[in-house]
């Protein structure tokens, strides 16, 4: 008999689609996460441009995440024209990559994902129940958007990145301005953890294949080599080598494998994996003490390592900001020319690759974006394949949330659009 769980709207996850997991009596046959929202074609758009357009055109993308845009674009293109940006105005732009990763973690853990381990339908519910934990999560997330505000210009899509820099770099008092609060919000998140540490996270693994960057001596951000745990260690530009995106007739997103087909894992469960020996002294006293440790397989649990990058990324903020010294120059000199640069940073959700081909002149000739959840498309769709059995034994509300819970493992971001998830189960025979 055909069973259909619908869920006709889901805010705590960015875009719009169904799931439809098919069964041969109780076994699951096929799960399939289906976009149906139309392409928005920024790669064509871009084609035509010049390359110094490329931060600001591909930042809106996202509104949660439009820095990660900006510096894979940045990177890509100044790979292209030959230059390298290091010294002070790198340790800014991770600064401000720190920024964004404190208010899109602090969003997910503390507004979208907490809620299904609580048993709540949303935010606002859990803050009745909860308060003390929304306000903080929501103070942490304000320290975020303060930094990002600082350095961007303003806290959504950024105005004072620039290819080579920023238009303006910031005096050491502007930064110092941040300290109190920053510092507030570390201590906010190292008391959050012990409360998320108690979640009860449901029990399933699978054997992924983790990937990410992997930078020499810190924990990845924007640079380094793509390194997975099946032993891949790649330059970026190799990138295309190793990965391919294919289009799949259920959905209007493609779907990035590696290039024999098999799914892999990106984002902040597979940077744990890879880089726990990089995590700052606090984040790692963090992990051990909410019993995190690497390899950890188990994609529930994803939430105690958005809280522990958290306590990461703001540790990191605060040092950058303690040693800053001002460069020289807002921005370093470019000269236009033909070339084929790469780009790839560790977005919030993971891995975001860019490539741009530019012609003399300093337009782009091509371009190509792969965002996290391209990458991480084929890894929920086998998760909700192996949870299918679990899921058909179960009454038709708790079915849903059940599936719900396992794609807000990986925090997709569809598009910046809010809805998300109609799940149809059938059965093909009894």
């Known amino acids: 008999m055909a069973r259909t769980i619908e869920v006709k709207y889901l805010a705590r996850v960015e875009g719009e689609g169904s799931l439809v997991i098919r069964f041969d009596g109780k076994e699951p046959t096929s799960a399939e996460l289906r976009i149906f929202e139309p392409p928005r074609f920024f790669e064509g758009l871009l084609r035509g441009r010049a390359a110094s357009e490329a931060p600001d055109i591909t930042a809106r993308i996202c509104g949660i995440c ?107 008092a502007e930064l110092t301005e941040l300290m109190p609060e920053l510092e507030r919000a570390r201590d906010a998140m190292m008391e959050a953890l012990v409360f998320l540490g108690k979640l009860q996270f449901p029990v399933f693994e699978r054997p992924y294949e983790f990937v990410s960057l992997r930078e020499e001596r810190e924990y990845p951000m924007m640079e380094g080599r793509l390194v997975s745990s099946e032993g891949l260690d790649i330059a970026v530009e190799e990138y295309e080598q190793h990965f391919i995106e294919r289009h799949v007739p259920h959905s209007t997103a493609l779907h990035s494998t590696r290039r024999d087909g098999s799914p892999y894992f990106c984002g902040p469960l597979a940077r744990f994996n890879l880089n726990a020996d990089r995590l700052r002294p606090l984040a790692t006293e963090a992990a051990e003490r909410v019993g995190l440790h690497a390899p950890c397989r188990n994609p529930y649990r994803s939430l105690l390592v958005r809280a522990v990058e958290l306590i990461q990324a703001l540790d990191d903020a605060l040092a950058i900001i303690a040693d800053y010294q001002p460069p020289a120059a807002a921005a370093i000199e470019l000269t236009s020319r033909a070339g084929i640069g790469h780009g790839c940073t560790e977005a919030p959700r993971g891995l975001l690759y860019h490539r741009y081909e530019l012609d003399a002149a300093g337009d782009i000739l091509d371009a190509r974006i792969v965002p996290p959840t391209s990458q991480n498309q084929a890894t929920i769709e086998r998760d909700l394949l192996e949870l299918g059995r679990t899921l058909a034994e179960l009454p038709h509300a708790e079915a849903t949330a059940r599936a719900e819970q396992a794609v807000r493992n990986y925090d997709p971001c569809i598009s910046c659009s809010t809805h998300f998830l109609s799940l149809r189960l059938e059965q093909e025979s009894p």
Do not use: T
């Open 66 to 172: 439009p820095v990660a845009y900006q510096m894979s674009a940045c990177r890509a293109v100044e790979a292209a024209l030959g230059v390298s940006v290091g010294g002070s105005l790198a340790r800014l732009r991770r600064l401000l990559y720190c920024g964004e990763w404190i208010e899109s973690h602090a969003l997910h853990v503390f507004l979208l994902h907490l809620p299904d381990f609580l048993g709540f339908p949303d935010a606002l519910a859990l803050a009745k129940q909860h308060p003390d934990w929304v306000r903080a999560g929501l103070a942490v997330k304000k320290a975020g958007n303060a930094i990002v505000a600082r350095l961007g210009g303003r806290e959504i899509h950024p105005i004072n990145v620039k290819v080579g820099g920023f238009f303006r770099a910031p005096s050491p």
